[in-house]
């Protein structure tokens, strides 16, 4: 079966350090891999997915960039952390095919930048 | 450009009572929609999909959902409700076969004993 992992669970941060959000998936290959924040426990903001290794796709200009250095890592970093930055980071994958596929998330990792 | 709608921020539900929440949804094509529960400091779990066919679509934990076309919505029910159904709930919406899974901003079910 597929599973999926996400490391650290917690993390503190401060302000201007650089940041390594780590998303492995096992037991599937070529899957999409997304990258979620949830602020203040509610909606969910995409912030990059990929389709491919090195197919990276933003949805939203910021501090973040995302790669793809292998088909199931997902990476998620940031050069100089801001407070705003703050927030319960998930990474989600689907099975990359035609059919209408669910996204399956990972436990999260909650970053406070202080 | 696709968007999820849910009106409610709270419901509040007696345990053993049925239970509802709400969502509505716009897309430019087809509509494939989702419900996924999330409980504290952990990820969303999904619970049931719309993709085709019938509009009473089953799920997991004893959850239902109905898709009615006319009104764009994606009601999530439950006959019979437990305290341990509190939890967030997300709609969500993906157009075709695109990439981008939209979520609803959520609503907060609380089951009272």
């Known amino acids: 079966s597929q599973t999926i992992h996400q490391w650290p669970a917690t993390l503190v941060q401060p302000v201007g350090s650089p940041l390594s959000l780590e998303c492995t998936v096992e037991g599937t290959s070529n899957p999409n891999l997304y990258w979620y924040r949830q602020a203040a426990g509610r909606g969910l903001q995409l912030l990059f997915y990929?389709?491919?290794?090195?197919?990276i796709s933003s949805e939203v200009p910021q501090n973040l960039s995302a790669s793809r250095p292998q088909d199931r890592q997902f990476i998620l970093s940031s050069k100089k952390l801001l407070l705003s930055d703050s927030g319960f980071y998930l990474c989600?994958?689907?099975?990359?095919?035609?059919?209408?596929?669910?996204?399956?998330f990972g436990n999260g990792t909650r970053l406070t930048v202080t | 450009a696709q968007s999820v709608a849910q009106p409610e921020d709270q419901v509040n539900v007696a345990e053993g009572n049925p239970l509802t929440v709400k969502c509505t949804y716009s897309?430019?094509?087809?509509?494939?929609l989702f419900w996924y529960v999330q409980y504290p400091n952990r990820g969303l779990q999904f619970l049931l999909k719309?993709?085709?066919?019938?509009?009473l679509v089953k799920g997991s934990y004893g959850f239902e959902a109905e898709f009615n076309k006319s009104q764009t919505s994606f009601h999530l029910k439950k006959p019979s409700a437990l305290v341990s159904d509190s939890a967030l709930y997300f709609c969500a919406v993906r157009d075709g076969y695109g990439q981008n899974f939209v979520f609803g901003p959520g609503t907060r079910l609380s089951v009272l004993p």
């Open positions: 989600a994958w689907s099975v990359r095919d035609r059919a209408v596929r669910a996204l399956h």
């Open positions: 990929s389709v491919g290794i090195g197919q």
């Open positions: 897309v430019s094509g087809n509509p494939y």
């Open positions: 719309y993709i085709t066919g019938d509009n």
